[in-house]
């Protein structure tokens, strides 16, 4: 039994607790359009030629990422074996983009090199996380940035952990992933480097820029 002169503070304490119950059980986020991702990264990036399909599906995305919003493209390049792919995706679930993608999207080789860096994006420094394995003699290069909003995000598990009373009580935002990869040979590497560097930019502004 409570006693009366506590019941109210028990029941203010209750209705506190049921605050992000019910905006997360009533109040949750609609999904996400499937192609929302692409009319804000268009075909046509700065500096890269038209691009062809990069082979992605949507079963494919839904079952590695749990979104059917995404983005997969591969931009033609004379010094990277196969072109450069670049595959975006939004998902309200920021833990399935962040966690590890790129045993989703680099499935061969061995990794030698992990490591963030920051990129430039219209002259602001934007954090993000450079891959390099090795297979069969060949280099392949990763490199992708994720965005909370619009919001960059360089360590996804303490930017949640701080985003916490945001998350419980605010309205929600997705997370974005842009990941570009490419093979390399060993004379090829740094020039390879330097293309996925300047594509994920290009992305990367764009997505920033759209509205």
């Not at 030629?49 to 033609?76: K, L, N």
């Not at 490199?143 to 916490?164: E, I, N, S, T």
């Not at 090829?188 to 594509?199: D, G, K, P």
Request: glycine share 8%; hydrophobic share 45%; net charge positive.
């Amino acid at each position: 039994m409570i006693s009366a002169r506590y019941a109210w503070a028990a029941a203010a304490l209750l209705a506190v607790a049921l605050v992000p119950t019910a905006i997360h059980v009533y109040g949750a986020p609609a999904p996400l359009q499937a192609g929302g991702i692409a009319q804000l990264l268009p075909a046509q990036l700065e500096g890269f030629g038209e691009p062809q399909g990069g082979g992605r599906s949507a079963r494919w995305t839904m079952g590695q990422f749990g979104t059917r919003d995404f983005a997969s493209r591969r931009y033609p390049d004379f010094d990277a074996d196969n072109g450069l792919e670049l595959f975006a995706a939004r998902a309200w679930d920021g833990k399935k983009l962040f966690h590890f993608p790129e045993t989703a999207l680099v499935r061969s080789g061995d990794k030698t090199d992990e490591r963030m860096i920051e990129i430039r994006v219209t002259g602001e420094p934007i954090p993000a996380r450079l891959l390099e394995f090795t297979a069969s003699g060949q280099h392949i290069l990763a490199l992708y940035v994720l965005f909370y909003g619009k919001r960059p995000v360089a360590r996804p598990v303490r930017f949640q952990m701080a985003l916490l009373p945001e998350l419980m009580f605010g309205t929600r935002e997705p997370m974005t992933m842009i990941f570009v990869r490419a093979d390399a040979t060993e004379t090829s590497r740094a020039v390879v480097e330097t293309r996925l560097h300047n594509l994920l930019a290009a992305a990367a502004t764009a997505f920033l820029s759209a509205r």
